[in-house]
Nanobody, 116 residues
Framework: QVQLAESGGGLVQAGGSLRLSCAASGRTLNIYRMGWYRQVPGKERELVARISSSGSTSYVDSVKGRFTISRDNAKNTVYLQMNSLKPEDTAIYYC??????????WGQGTQVTVSS
């Protein structure tokens, strides 16, 4: 089992920044991909960004140039630096981890609210 603990959400004005963190614990040896999804009530969960153990990253188009995902493999922690935030970035952000056996694990979610 893998446990994911998220932190860093909150309320910020449009144009501001937040940094989300997600620390993995437990059986972390086989984790090869981590990332962030977000969800707005009434909408499907959306992949925001992901990063592999090699450092390869991908982003949804709407956050490219504003968000940066990074990973500290030694600490089993993934970060999401969010700059130039927009009201449409408001959502619950979920951290996830995928291991080499195909199992995925999820954090409890952290609220990000961007006011206009």
């Amino acid at each position: 089992q893998v446990q994911l603990a998220e932190s860093g959400g909150g309320l910020v004005q449009a144009g501001g920044s937040l940094r989300l963190s997600c620390a993995a614990s437990g059986r972390t040896l086989n984790i090869y991909r981590m990332g962030w999804y977000r969800q707005v009530p009434g909408k499907e969960r959306e992949l925001v960004a992901r990063i592999s153990s090699s450092g390869s990253t991908s982003y949804v188009d709407s956050v490219k140039g504003r968000f940066t995902i990074s990973r500290d493999n030694a600490k089993n922690t993934v970060y999401l630096q969010m700059n130039s935030l927009k009201p449409e970035d408001t959502a619950i952000y979920y951290c996830y981890a995928l291991n080499t056996d195909g199992f995925d694990y999820w954090g409890q979610g952290t609220q990000v609210t961007v006011s206009s």
